[in-house]
């Protein structure tokens, strides 16, 4: 049984002074623009409005930290999440997309905390050029990644499980190395969480 005890905002960070100091254990969230990784935050946190969501592209622009007490098996512990801005947004100037990149690419190499990082595939729609490229980067990185396919709810129930495979095939990981995910049914939340525990407990 997983109980969130709380989940609270703790700041927003543009660059690498502003990352928060406190050496909790930290798991990232990174995809498209749009994939779901706000909505993924708030479902894990179990807060309706923690993070926004918004049907315009693009909307999380820097990046923001949530701390959230869980407990299960009657152990509790306080991870950090942190909500990245996507990437494949087409509507931002050269000048914003570097700037973008600089600060991810900043974050997701040095920040020492950081135990996971969470790669966001769309279920629907599979996986993309600029996700395969994010997942190539994220293999020289010290995290441990773990791949999410989320908006699983739009995939027909009996396409499901093939679809995962599919994604995990074009992917080259292992079948159980991808996780389905849905924030508007709820499906694979105490998946996730055990994952992410697991990892964090075992540093
Ligand atoms: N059907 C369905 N829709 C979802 C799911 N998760 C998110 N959405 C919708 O997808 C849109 C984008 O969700 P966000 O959580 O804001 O996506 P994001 O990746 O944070 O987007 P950016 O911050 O712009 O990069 C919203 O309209 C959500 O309601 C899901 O599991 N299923
Ligand atoms: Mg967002």
């Known amino acids: ?9 703790v700041t927003t960070a543009t660059k690498a002074g502003q990352w928060p100091r ?11 623009s749009n994939v779901g990784k ?8 179990q807060r309706r409005q ?27 512990r306080t991870v950090r ?26 974050y997701l190499s040095e920040r020492q905390q950081l135990e996971v990082v969470v790669s966001i595939i769309d279920a629907e729609i599979g996986p993309t050029g600029d996700d395969g490229s994010m997942l190539d980067f994220l293999q020289d990185t010290p ?3 773990l791949v999410v396919a989320t908006k699983l709810d739009r995939v027909n129930k009996a396409a499901r499980k093939p679809r995962l495979l599919e994604i995990a095939k ?31 407990d075992a540093r």
């Open 1 to 9: 049984m997983l109980k969130v005890l709380d989940a609270v905002f």
């Open 143 to 145: 995290p441990k990644i």
């Open 81 to 106: 999440l942190c909500d990245l801005p996507g990437y494949g947004f087409a509507k931002v100037s050269k000048a914003e997309r570097d700037a973008w990149h600089h600060m991810i690419s900043e």
């Open 170 to 200: 074009k992917l080259g990981v292992p079948a159980e190395a991808v996780v389905g995910f849905s924030a508007t049914e709820r499906l694979g939340v105490s998946d996730v969480w055990n994952r992410l525990l697991a990892t964090v």
């Open 50 to 76: 923690l993070v926004r969501v918004s049907n315009t592209p693009g909307r999380t622009r820097t990046l923001n930290f949530f701390d959230v007490t869980i407990e299960s098996h009657a152990k509790r």
């Open 22 to 32: 406190e050496p909790l254990p930290e798991v990232a969230f990174v995809g498209r």
């Open 38 to 45: 706000s909505s993924m935050i708030n479902t894990l946190a």
